[in-house]
Nanobody, 125 residues
């Protein structure tokens, strides 16, 4: 088992930057894939960004060029650097983890086995 705790959310204005963190505990994240999802009110939880154990990344089209996902495995921590924020980025952001193929970036929410509790990001215009 692993516990995931997100932090770094908050209020921002359009154009601002925020960095989310996701700290994993209880088990080392070796050979895991990790990802960020978000859920806005009344909408489905959607994929934002993912990173494989080997460091491959993928992004939703809506955040490409603005968000960067990266991980520090020695610290068991996942990050999401969010630049040029837009009001449409307002959502609860969740990190997720799965132990699977170390070369693959997983994009489906049903592919992840462990989830954090989420952190709210609110972007005003």
């Amino acid at each position: 088992q692993v516990q995931l705790v997100e932090s770094g959310g908050g209020l921002a204005q359009a154009g601002d930057s925020l960095r989310l963190s996701c700290a994993a505990s209880g088990r080392a994240v070796t050979n895991s894939a990790m990802g960020w999802f978000r859920q806005a009110p009344g909408k489905e939880r959607e994929f934002v960004a993912g990173v494989s154990w080997r460091g491959s990344t993928d992004y939703a089209d809506s955040v490409k060029g603005r968000f960067t996902i990266f991980r520090e495995n020695t610290k068991n921590t996942l990050y999401l650097q969010m630049n040029s924020l837009k009001p449409g980025d307002t959502a609860v952001y969740y990190c997720a983890l799965v132990w699977a193929n170390p070369f693959i970036v997983y994009k489906g929410r049903n592919e992840y086995h462990f989830w954090g509790q989420g952190t709210q990001v609110t972007v005003s215009s």
